[in-house]
């Protein structure tokens, strides 16, 4: 195969990958649907390095969460963080999360989450993949 063939089909593998990754986004109805555990705050359940897949949309909106979802959401603690924790209790319009290995919640960092605060429910963890670097 000479190079222009080579050229052609990385360029067509690129578009696929691109465009699977648009479609896969567009199903998840979430703008980035994988998320990486950065702290420990959710062990045993999940560990450092694990990456979550979250959907949001029918069946997995704002409304339809329930006590024990994992959650991803923005925390406006000061630190602007993205947090990865469970819902522990649900009234009116805002939920109170909590990290499973954290003894209590913690006010501006889990709750008040209101829906625009609210990423996506966890629906799928795959075990230390984000612990993978490349140097």
Known sequence: MNNSKWIVLGIIIVLVLISGWFAFKSFLAVDNPFYVVS?????????????????NGQGFSFDDLQIDDIIVFYSDDGG???????IVEISD??????GDANPMSYEGLDYPITEDDYFGKVIFVIP???AFRFI
């Open 80 to 86: 602007g963080r993205i947090i990865i924790h469970r």
């Open 93 to 98: 319009d805002i939920i109170k999360t909590k």
């Open 128 to 130: 230390k993949i984000g």
């Open 39 to 55: 702290s420990e705050s959710m062990v045993p359940n999940l560990q450092v390095g694990d990456m979550v897949l979250i959907r």
